[in-house]
Nanobody
């Protein structure tokens, strides 16, 4: 079955950096577009970044993270990454790795990122 396991979340000071990882299994990772989402308390889940299956491929970022975050993938290792730089308290959220394999969308359990001023 599809499994997505995120790691790398932590408590970090504003201006700092973190690298999130997502280990994928149970599907043909290299075939699918992968995404990072995040959800802050009391807010809707929002798209952070998306990367196409083929590298180099199309990459899209949410407006709030463009220029600060970098999504990447390693198809040989079935790994998805999110490099987060210049973090601010507004980036505090649970971060989720996700893949859409029609008709379903699958999610990991999430990893918490907390940025303090």
């Amino acid at each position: 079955q599809v499994q997505l396991v995120e790691s790398g979340g932590a408590l970090v000071q504003a201006g700092g950096s973190l690298r999130l990882s997502c280990a994928a299994s149970g599907f043909s990772f290299r075939t699918y577009t992968m995404s990072w989402y995040r959800q802050a308390p009391g807010k809707e889940r929002e798209l952070v970044a998306t990367i196409a299956a083929v590298v180099p491929g199309q990459i899209r970022y949410g407006n709030s993270v463009r220029g600060r975050f970098t999504i990447s993938r390693d198809n040989a290792r079935n790994m998805l990454y999110l490099q987060m730089d210049s973090l601010s308290p507004e980036d505090t959220a649970e971060y989720f790795c996700s893949v859409r394999i029609p008709p379903a969308r699958f999610w990991g359990q999430g990893t918490q990122v907390t940025v303090h001023a």
